[in-house]
């Protein structure tokens, strides 16, 4: 007979094979992996959100004195920042290290898919739907029409790539603009706390003006090229997808440049009056 010790591992083994079994086929199946990111997203932006305040409040005396609205505000962009990290390595990870979208495979890149750009898409779809729900509640606290603009043409861009499987190389290559988003939130967090006129605040300038115009101005240069050179690809594509892959990038570049400017003149205005 078996011992104790013994029936009690079967047992946990046997849950184990349970549990492994439920994520294969059904967290994970081809079918519900994009519903299992899109849930992983707002969870993560949950802790993300949730870290950020308890972090905060052991670490920085200030944080105790900020008003409700800038708590908010506060935990809102280290969740942001949280999914910024995240979107921007996956990205960059898949257009320009994997194999997904490369040129030496057969058939058109704008119908390229698997299961990790997928799933990546999901996750982003979460965060954009927890982001832009917290935007609303508190409008305009966290940001004005500018910010909802850009997430509903975000949100629909990615949902849309992440069903259809069309245009999830342009999707990304957009995505990776969210590479500004630390420093844009490190920006606010330095200003809030008082240290506008520290050396981290001039440093982290200069970095977000350099990433700026790297990821929100020449990445999109890039991408027009992109499509301009593989047009015979890109229209295959049905038309919805043809629509967004111009307009959205179209916006976003427009926008992108508008906020470029108040980043250059901001920069001005530090660097004369440190001179």
Sequence with gaps: MMDLSTTSMLAAKAYKYKAESLVKEYLLADSYVSYTAVLGGILMCKMAYDITSLISSL??????????IQKLEWNNRGMSTVHAVFITVMSVYLVFFSNLF???????????????SNFTLGVSVGYFMTDLSMILWAYPSLGGMEYVLHHMLSLISI?????????QLYTYMVLISETTTPGINLRWFLDTAGLKKSKAYLVNG??????????????????????????????????????LIFAVPT?????????????????????????
Aim: include cysteine; aromatic fraction near 18%; charge should be positive.
């Design 102 to 116: 490369s040129d030496q495979l057969d058939g058109p890149v704008t119908f390229r898919s698997s299961n990790l």
């Design 59 to 68: 670490y920085y005396k200030g944080y105790g004195s900020l008003t409700k």
């Design 159 to 167: 949902v849309y790539a992440m069903y259809s499987g069309e245009g």
């Design 206 to 243: 200069v970095t977000m003006f350099v990433a700026w115009l790297v990821a929100r101005i020449i990445l999109f240069v890039y991408l027009f090229y992109h499509i301009y050179f593989h047009y015979d690809q890109v229209k295959q594509m049905h038309t919805f997808s043809c629509i």
């Design 251 to 275: 916006i976003l570049l427009v926008m992108n440049t508008m906020w470029f400017a108040k980043i250059l003149r901001g920069l001005k205005k530090t660097l004369a009056k440190r001179q």
